[in-house]
């Protein structure tokens, strides 16, 4: 009985927070975000890097892009790269916002 209740204190306050940090519209990061020399104009969402090999990630915005180790930004968070960082993702995609 206690570890449900602590399970649904958890799971409520994990919303409430995720509530407050999630802006009420959703907006691009404004600048250039580069994979493998491909430009992204004002990027977000999630993207796909490469299967076989690590990518080349050049964040020229004024977000950070998260690299997550499995596809559709699923799994857990491999690193960031922040803005006007060079990098290269050991992920499978990449996450702005």
Do not use: K
Not at 27 to 37: K, T
Not at 70 to 75: A, Q, Y
Not at 78 to 83: A, F, G
């Amino acid at each position: 009985m206690m570890r449900r209740a602590a399970r649904l204190l958890g799971a409520c306050a994990a919303a409430a927070m995720l509530a407050l940090a999630t802006p009420g519209t959703a907006q691009a990061a404004h600048g250039v975000l580069f994979i493998d020399q491909a430009p992204n104009e004002d990027p977000s969402g999630c993207y796909p890097l490469g299967d076989f090999a690590p990518s080349e990630v050049a964040n020229f915005t004024n977000e950070v892009a998260w690299v997550w180790a499995g596809p559709n930004c699923d799994g857990w968070v491999e690193h960031p790269i922040v803005p006007g960082e060079r990098a290269i993702a050991r992920g499978r995609s990449l996450y702005i916002e």
